[in-house]
């Protein structure tokens, strides 16, 4: 996705649990004096009430694509209204997609993977969760699309900070962060968050996937220092919060600071995908490459996988190499051997 | 070789470029039709331009929005909008609005039977209005993907996923449903009714033997198909998506079952559109760098209609006699021919 990215029409998912805002942040949006045109895909009329934009309703259908992996499903919606909505090209400058409350991310971050037509058009900016600080905790363990929806965002937007103490806040935060400790995340009421934090991240441009290191939460309340080396887990950041491990959905980082061999690592890679894509919900890497000055970048969403040589290492920049994967029940200790032996010895 | 370059002076293409009458239409074009003497060429938003012989150019407005979908019977068009409305656009330039879906919602597929009746489907309802008669609409598990009517009787086949149904508005409880997973997008009958084929999301075609639903596999294309034209008298099906046209037998009662396709004028790009000649063994194609290309079925000699090095060819039609060809690129810059 990174070749002509500038022409290409960004894409926001706004994802979120019933109630949680998704429609607040969406009128906010629309209705702030930006200048931009956005078409919006909802999946129900009426909630906005906005002119002078786009909107279209569609109706969620996702089938599986006939290429034998299974858990490669589509948005076939999403394939007919990009489809419907080329026609109309500079008319409008984005495009977001409001998905409903119990869908899962996959497929539509999907749809912008496998489709030929729709990738030559567009790109996927950023999945975009709101959550609702009061009532997540509650949903992450009586539903499952809730912490799909936390698992799969770039960018997290805890919403009705206002309705929930201090400590419930931090108890929210740190069960957000058990999950998905890459997520940029913004605490806000009735989802007053900056645009420029939630539009035009970039965060599926392999160009831009610098941001691998964890998010940590705003400096201001707990000043900790962000150096972490030697620390390989989430768990151990040690900045005095309380710690959670979710029992199903957990993300796993790897690094090392000696030279891959590509050609372990490649096929190891591959097929980690191809056995244990269902579990893995997204992949990111840097990587340092024996004999090679230039750095390799990859991500995946579930079997997908897109990479590319992205620059030249930088004089005086470590050769690390550095992957993440977030998802369900994550064969740890699968992943990290298999992951050892591509270290060149 | 990276490029189609036809030497001007090569004895192994015929070139007819400076016979061709170019047109310049300003806006995006996705399909051509000839309604009556005149080339139309549906826009890809609001309107429609027609081109006479002389090359002039007049645009008439039909949509407020996107144009979504069109079909022809050579006397008018049928079109779709994302405005919520079906309108016909008739020889004469005069536009009739014939329905509007009550929730504006967008029309995503339209087609049009020889006797006059139209079919189109909003989300998952397909609609059919005959004559006089009020619309009976049709309800299908998931969105419509595209519409066809049968050559023969008032029967409408409706493309979806997992498959399409076929359904005859005039009889209660008629719909029958022809599963074959995946996404159907576009469907088309044999002029001899014997065949259903669609154009599925996946780079193939699924066809089925209507007389015991026999299945067709059509598959091997680089990319998804989103041409398809009958040859003339129906014993072929030319269809776009790959570097070459690729031409499906139909002239046997198996179809293309157990059968090679046929494969023609293979360039160094996508094939974006293709129109079989309506009464001899001829098709155009219209390629993704440009190119057009007259073709004849039996040895796959070609003419060189234009050059490459634009957008990709978005429309391609003949007239109904075969003696004039339409065609512009996605910018809408294109040309007549006249044979």
């Known amino acids: ?345 | 070789m990276k490029e189609f370059t036809p030497a001007p002076d090569s004895a192994s293409i015929v070139s007819v470029t400076d016979r061709v009458k170019p047109v310049t239409l300003g806006m995006g074009v996705t399909s051509a039709h000839f309604l009556g003497p005149r080339a139309a060429f549906v826009g890809a938003e609001e309107n429609v331009a027609f081109v006479d012989a002389k090359g002039e150019i007049s645009t008439v407005a039909v949509h407020s929005g996107g144009i979504l979908s069109v079909a022809s019977d050579g006397k008018r068009l049928i079109m779709g909008g994302d405005d919520g409305k079906v309108v016909a656009l008739d020889a004469k330039g005069e536009v009739t609005l014939l329905a509007t879906d009550p929730k504006r919602r967008w029309i995503d597929a339209v087609a049009l039977h020889p006797d006059g009746a139209f079919a189109w489907s909003a989300g998952k309802v397909a609609t059919v209005k005959s004559g006089k008669n009020e619309g009976k609409s049709l309800e299908v598990p998931s969105t419509v993907g595209g519409l066809a009517f049968a050559p023969k009787g008032l029967r409408l086949a409706i493309a979806h996923y997992n498959g399409a149904t076929l359904w005859f508005p005039n009889m209660e409880g008629s719909a029958e449903f022809l599963p074959w997973a995946g996404s159907h997008l576009g469907v088309t009958f044999s002029p001899d009714n014997k065949f259903l084929v669609t154009t599925m999301h996946e780079s193939a075609l699924h066809g089925w033997r209507l007389a015991d639903n026999r299945h067709m596999r059509m598959t091997g294309y680089p990319g998804r198909v989103r041409s398809m034209s009958w040859s003339a008298g129906g014993k072929g099906l030319a269809t776009s998506g790959a570097d070459t046209v690729i031409i499906w037998p139909f002239a046997s009662k198996d179809g293309p079952m157990g059968k090679e396709p046929a494969m023609l004028a293979p360039l160094q790009a996508r094939v974006s559109v293709v129109a079989c000649h309506p009464k001899n063994d001829i098709f155009a194609a219209g390629y993704s760098d440009g190119t057009v290309l007259m073709v004849r079925l039996e040895d796959g000699a070609e003419i060189l209609v234009r050059r490459n090095g634009t957008p990709p060819v978005a429309a391609l039609a003949w007239n109904a006699k075969g003696t004039l060809l339409a065609f512009a690129d996605e910018n809408g810059d294109g040309g007549l021919l006249e044979l």
């Not at chain 1, 909107?55 to 299974?70: K, L, P, R, Y």
């Not at chain 1, 969760?129 to 699309?145: C, F, I, Y």
């Not at chain 1, 490649?266 to 191809?274: E, F, H, I």
Request: net charge negative.
């Open chain 1, 1 to 345: 996705m990174s070749e002509a990215t500038s022409q290409k029409i960004p894409v926001t998912v706004l994802t979120g649990y019933l109630g949680a805002g998704k429609t607040t942040l969406l009128n906010r949006i629309l209705s702030e004096n930006h200048g931009k045109k956005y078409a919006v895909i909802v999946n129900e009329f009426g909630e906005i009430g906005i002119d002078n934009d786009l909107i279209i309703g569609a109706d969620e259908e996702v089938f599986e694509m006939n290429n034998g992996c299974i858990c490669c499903t589509v948005r076939g919606d999403l394939v007919r209204i990009m489809d419907g909505l080329m026609k109309r090209k500079g008319k409008f400058d984005a495009i977001i997609v409001e998905t409903t409350g119990l869908a899962d991310p996959a497929p539509v971050a999907q749809t912008f993977f496998v489709d030929e037509d729709v990738q030559k058009n567009a790109r996927l900016d950023a999945v975009v969760t709101v959550a609702d600080a009061k009532w997540l905790s509650d949903r992450l363990k009586d539903a499952p699309e809730a912490k799909n929806q936390i698992a799969f965002a770039d960018v997290i937007v805890l919403n009705k900070t206002d309705l929930v103490t201090k400590g419930e806040l931090a108890e929210v935060e740190a069960r957000i962060r058990a999950i998905n400790p890459y997520a940029k995340l913004h605490r806000t009421e009735r989802c007053s968050v900056a645009l420029a934090d939630v539009l035009d991240r970039g965060a599926f441009d392999l160009d831009r996937i610098l941001d691998i290191e964890p998010d940590f939460l705003n400096a201001d309340d707990h000043g900790h220092d962000h150096d972490h080396h030697g620390h390989d887990h989430h768990h151990d950041h040690g900045h005095g919060l309380k710690h959670y491990h979710d029992e199903d959905m957990q993300s796993l980082s790897l690094k090392t600071d000696k030279p891959l061999d590509p050609n372990v690592f490649m096929p190891w890679l591959q097929n980690l995908v191809q056995v244990e894509g269902g579990k893995i919900l997204r992949s990111k890497g840097i990587l340092a490459f024996h004999d090679d000055d230039d750095r390799y970048v990859f991500q995946g969403v579930h079997m997908m996988l897109e990479g590319n040589h992205q620059r030249k290492w930088k004089d005086g920049e470590p050769r690390q190499s550095r992957l993440v994967f977030i998802g369900r029940e994550l064969p740890e200790e699968l992943i990290r051997t298999g992951f050892e032996s591509c270290i060149v010895s």
